[in-house]
């Protein structure tokens, strides 16, 4: 069964940390690029961070030099660190494929206070 679990969204104050989790099950994650996303209330969703099947990364302009992504093959896991958090970043955050995405999980909130 396809499958997107994430975790480790909560509540921080502006300029603190949170790690998000995301399992995914073998099929979407082994030999793919994967993705971290956002969806703000009353905004599309977006693409945030990827990361390539060999770590090659890249990220929005908006988290550059604060949020890193990176993944564990062997368990099936891609992360997100954020770090230096600002009330904008306040969305629940997804993962998924970088390319051809799949059915979406649940996501994790992330709220962030001023």
């Known amino acids: 069964q396809v499958q997107l679990v994430e975790s480790g969204g909560g509540l921080v104050q502006a300029g603190g940390s949170l790690t998000l989790s995301c399992v995914a099950s073998g099929s979407i994650f082994r030999f793919n690029a994967m993705a971290w996303y956002r969806q703000a209330p009353g905004k599309q969703r977006e693409l945030v961070a990827a990361i390539s099947e060999i770590g090659k990364t890249n990220y929005a302009d908006s988290v550059k030099g604060r949020f890193t992504i990176s993944r564990d093959n062997a368990k099936d896991t891609v992360y997100l660190q954020m770090n230096s958090l600002k009330p904008e970043d306040t969305a629940v955050y997804y993962c998924?494929?970088?390319?051809?995405?799949?059915?979406w999980g649940k996501g994790t909130l992330v709220t962030v206070s001023s």
């Open positions: 998924n494929r970088r390319n051809a995405v799949v059915a």
